[in-house]
């Protein structure tokens, strides 16, 4: 309660106190920090008490510059999945004999919910692979249409921590190979080796809301070991065998399983704020520089997160990341309010949701208070707080995203050492803004020990860097809203990012819907020119629902289907596109 009160009075102090100061101050940087930085706010996570008042606390100070508030007051409210539970209803029986959900066994957050009841396979690690000299099937010679296949958690090379099967050892791509076996369902089971203790996996959403057509239950050994009894065996022997043979196993088992799986996801909303500063000029007040920063964070942590701190439940403020870079949005918007110079009209927004992959950001681009063809810039600040007095490095990213972007930074560079990238794809909110051709320029004093950890608090924010930061940002946009001819937009990179181990053969060239918004497959957000979806002419607002005839709902199963694939194949890939199914055939 107190910590509600204190967050009241701080917001009727923005509200009914002076209506804001034009000059970039340490004290204003400082107040706007320490505020959304507070514990009050416990990590401004979405769709939390903290993070609506972080919305009303920056709406605050947009009116009180005399900004117009778009959408609904300034809020464009949105839905998204926050979390899964459990609900009740869930029941696991072997044979006779019943067990306890969270005790003895649990449903993932992908799982369908469903009511199964059937024979088992046992199949070793659930992976089939046949590529060069990686091979190793746990489905040969079996049939597990319409059975449960139980298989253990990793893989055969747990001890390697390159090991080459970890593409296909993680419960998503098991349980999209027993989908496309036709499995009843799958059950995930630890050996000695995997885990000593045992433990269920804690239930957590793992930032996307997508799920399988089939129950995926994780089983202690106890449970386990009652499916294996007519055969003899344990779990302890079954894993030591397999490893010590280095080869795949199945066998049939006389046991039933039935389950019954009720898991919900959590739905909540959430919103970006929104504020306009018209233009001066009857020629250009129609073009819109967008000001923009993400004002959400991690919460208390804890897993599927984001968290670096994995095994600590604490408040993650999120000074740095990104109360510094909401300050920023603040700060230019009271400066741009104060001088009334600006001949383009100017966006101020502050994104919801970044920390889960961007929907924010995603959601204003999809429906912008202007068409986004208006857009002649986006300005976006993601942890501007924390440059080092001795090398004065910045980074900003999209600098070849227009023809006269780096020529600006370097002209009104007042010392920094300017660490450019020129791509405009990035791990930030610009990125959905290149993806609708729009210039970005992307500032940030870079990542630091505390990234993504409770440490990140106010105190070790640098006050007089972030004023000097701001100050340069300033200029820069002072001058992208008044010169006389708008920024040139170029393509800079690719509009795809690659995944992270590089793994992928073949690639469509296409941005995937990351955060699983699309429940009907995989949403493509952009295509990239001359790549093989573009020149068999696939477009933005596609939705990907199967390769080669093979069915895709989400990201996951999107990747698991690339890599099968190979340089010089021709496939067909089924697409949605404004309720019409089309077929497009891409040659890789």
Same mark, same amino acid.
């Given at each position: ?32 920090? @320490? ?7 416990? =990590?401004? +996570?979405?769709? /939390? &008490?903290?993070? *609506?008042?972080?919305?009303? #606390? ?123 076996? @036709? ?7 630890? =050996?000695? +080796?995997?885990? /000593? &203790?045992?433990? *269920?996996?804690?239930?957590? #959403? ?132 104060? =001088? ?249």
């Amino acid at each position: 309660m107190k910590n509600f009160v204190i967050a009241v009075l701080v917001l009727l102090l923005a509200s009914c106190g002076p209506k804001f100061d034009k000059e970039i101050t340490i004290e204003d940087i400082k107040e706007n920090i @320490n505020y959304l930085a507070s514990d009050s706010l416990k =990590g401004r +996570k979405s769709g /939390e &008490e903290g993070d *609506l008042l972080a919305a009303q #606390f920056i709406a605050a100070k947009f009116e009180a510059a005399g900004l117009q508030l778009l959408y609904n007051k300034g809020f464009q409210e949105f839905n998204l999945v926050t979390s899964a539970e459990v609900k009740p209803g869930n029941e696991l029986t072997v044979n006779t004999g019943s067990y306890t959900v969270e005790t003895d066994f649990l449903p993932y957050a992908f799982s369908a919910n469903t009511e199964v009841e059937a024979e088992v396979i046992f199949a070793g690690y659930g992976i089939e692979v046949d590529r060069d000299s990686l091979k190793w099937n746990d489905f040969k010679g079996a049939d597990v249409s319409g059975k449960w296949i139980m298989v253990l958690q990793g893989d055969p090379d747990l001890d390697n921590p390159n090991s080459p099967y970890l593409e296909f050892s993680s419960e998503r791509a098991k349980a999209l190979t027993a989908s496309d076996k @036709n499995a009843a369902g799958i059950l995930f089971v630890a =050996g000695p +080796k995997f885990s /000593e &203790e045992d433990e *269920l996996s804690p239930l957590f #959403f793992d930032k996307n809301s997508s799920r399988f057509s089939i129950p995926v239950i994780q089983v202690k050994r106890t449970v386990a070991n009652k499916i294996l009894e007519s055969c003899g065996k344990t779990i302890t022997e079954l894993e030591t065998e397999m490893l010590a043979q280095n080869a795949g196993l199945n066998f049939e088992l006389s046991s039933t399983v039935k389950a019954k799986i009720n898991i919900g996801l959590k739905e909540t909303s959430t919103q970006n704020v929104a504020a306009l500063l018209p233009g001066t000029d009857d020629s250009l007040r129609n073009e819109y520089v967008v000001i923009g920063a993400h004002f959400d964070h991690l919460g208390m942590g804890g897993p599927g997160s984001g968290s670096r701190a994995i095994d600590t439940i604490a408040v993650h403020n999120g000074a740095d990341d990104n109360a510094s870079g909401v300050s920023a949005v603040i700060q230019l918007a009271e400066k741009m309010a104060g =001088g009334k110079t600006n001949k383009r009209s100017l966006i101020f927004v502050a994104f919801a949701a970044e920390e889960m992959g961007l929907i924010g950001s995603k959601e204003f681009t999809a429906k912008p208070p202007v068409e986004t063809d208006k857009m002649v810039a986006m300005f976006n600040f993601d942890m501007v707080g924390r440059l080092d007095d001795e090398s004065k490095s910045l980074s900003i990213g999209g600098t070849q995203t227009s023809k006269e972007t780096e020529q600006l930074l370097n002209d009104l560079n007042p010392g920094f050492e300017l660490a450019l990238s020129g791509e405009g794809i990035g791990p930030s909110d610009h990125a959905s803004f290149y993806l609708q051709n729009i210039p970005v320029i992307y500032i940030s004093t870079g990542a630091h020990a505390d990234y993504h950890t409770p440490q990140d608090d106010a105190e070790l924010i640098n006050y007089e860097g972030a004023q000097k930061v701001m100050a340069y940002a300033a200029a820069l946009v002072d001058d992208v809203v008044n010169r006389a001819e708008k920024l040139t937009f170029q393509e800079a990179g690719s509009k795809f990012q690659r995944s992270r181990g590089g793994r992928f053969k073949v690639t469509l060239g296409v941005m995937p819907d990351f955060a699983g918004v699309e429940k009907r497959g995989m949403r493509v957000d952009a295509v990239s020119k001359d790549k093989p979806a573009y020149k068999a002419g696939m477009k933005n607002g596609d939705i990907i629902i199967a390769i080669d005839g093979k069915k895709v709902g989400n990201i996951y199963e999107y990747m698991e289907r690339l890599n099968s694939l190979e340089a010089g194949q021709t496939i067909s890939v089924d697409v949605l596109r404004e309720e019409k199914k089309m077929v497009l055939i891409v040659q890789l």
